[in-house]
C-alpha cells in the first residue's frame, strides 16, 4: 500500500473512531465549563451544565481528578487541575506566528496579488516581522525589522484600537509622530476617532497614510487568551480600490486572521455532539 493510500486509511479510521469516544468529548467539555466558568463549580453545577448522567459524572470526575485534570477545593468545588499546564507549555514553546503567517500564505492563493505583511506593536511603532512582497509597483517596499509610526499603518491602528484611552494618552498625548504623508492622522483626537471606526468594522485602512497612492487594509491576530498579538496587512494600488473591493479584501482579511488566530489556539470551543 502507498504512503498516501495508507494515510488515507488511517484519516478515514479516526473519523470514524472520534464518534465512539464519546467519554473524550465530554471530559473536554468538563475542562472548557469549569475553565471558562466564573464561580466555583460543584459537581451537580457541572451534571447539569454538561447534561450528563449523575453515574456518568461521578466517573469521569474521579478519573480527571486521578490524572490531575481537575482538582478538588476544599469546599468540594472543582478547578483546573495542573496537567493540562504541561500541554500548554508545550503548545506555547512551539508557537511560531512567523512560520504560521508564511505557511498560511504560502499555500493560500486568494492574496497573491498583494503584498501582504506581519507586524508586532512596539509602543508607538510597529515592527515587521513577516513580509510577502507581490511584484506589482507600490512605490514603497517592506522589509523584515522596519519599523513604521503605529497610527499611520493598517496593522498599527488595529493593534492599538485595542489599548485603552490611559494607554493611548501615555503614548502619544504629548508626543505624536510626524506625518508621512499629507493624509498622515494629524494628531490624537483624530486617531482616536479612527480607531473607533475600526472597533466597528473589525478592518483598519490605512488610506494613503504612509505613501499617497498606497492603500493598505489590515486586521488582528489573537492567541489562546483573545489578545490581540500581531497584525496582517494588505497594501495595493489607490487605483484599483473601490468601497466594494475595500469591503471584500476586508473580509479576506478577516478570514485569513481568524484562520492564524485558530492556529495559535484562539476561540476554538469544543462541543458534544
Known amino acids: ?33 469549569v475553565t471558562n ?6 459537581a451537580a453545577d457541572i451534571t447539569r451544565a454538561i447534561s450528563l448522567p449523575k453515574s456518568t459524572a461521578h466517573g469521569l470526575l474521579g478519573t ?4 490531575g485534570l481537575l ?21 506555547l514553546s512551539d508557537m511560531d ?3 504560521i503567517f508564511r505557511d498560511y500564505f504560502a499555500s493560500d492563493t486568494t492574496l497573491t496579488p498583494y503584498t501582504v505583511t506581519l507586524t508586532i506593536l512596539d509602543r508607538d511603532e510597529v515592527v515587521y516581522i513577516g513580509c510577502r512582497n ?6 514603497h517596499s517592506f522589509r523584515i525589522g522596519m519599523r513604521l509610526p503605529a497610527p499611520f499603518t493598517a496593522t498599527g491602528k488595529m493593534l492599538l484600537s485595542e489599548l485603552p484611552d490611559d494607554k493611548l494618552q501615555a503614548l502619544f498625548g504629548s508626543n505624536f509622530p510626524p506625518p508621512m504623508s499629507s493624509r498622515s492622522v494629524k ?66 482579511m478577516r478570514r485569513s486572521a481568524d484562520i492564524l488566530s485558530e492556529q495559535l489556539g484562539h476561540n476554538r470551543p469544543w462541543r458534544l455532539p
Not at 466558568?37 to 460543584?42: D, E, R, V, Y
Not at 480527571?64 to 490524572?67: G, H, T
Not at 482538582?71 to 503548545?91: E, I, S, V
Not at 507581490?134 to 512605490?139: D, I, R, T, W, Y
Open 187 to 252: 494628531n490624537l483626537t483624530l486617531l482616536k476617532q479612527e480607531l473607533a471606526d475600526i472597533r466597528t468594522r473589525g478592518v483598519s485602512i490605512d488610506d494613503g497614510q504612509i505613501r499617497e497612492g498606497m492603500v493598505c487594509i489590515g486586521t488582528a491576530v489573537r492567541d489562546h487568551t483573545g489578545c490581540a498579538v500581531a497584525g496582517i496587512a494588505i497594501s495595493l494600488l489607490e487605483s484599483e480600490t473601490t468601497p466594494v473591493a475595500i469591503e471584500n479584501l476586508g473580509e479576506m
Open 134 to 139: 507581490s511584484h506589482q509597483p507600490l512605490g
Open 97 to 99: 506566528i512567523v512560520s
Open 64 to 67: 480527571m481528578i486521578e490524572l
Open 71 to 91: 482538582a478538588r477545593n476544599q469546599d468540594g468545588t472543582f478547578r483546573l487541575g495542573p496537567h493540562p499546564m504541561r500541554w500548554a507549555n508545550g503548545f
Open 37 to 42: 466558568s466564573g464561580n466555583a463549580m460543584s
Open 1 to 33: 500500500m502507498s504512503i498516501a493510500r495508507r494515510a488515507a486509511v488511517e484519516d478515514t479510521a479516526i473519523g470514524k473512531s472520534s464518534d465512539s469516544v464519546p467519554a473524550l468529548r465530554r471530559a473536554v467539555s468538563i475542562l472548557d465549563f
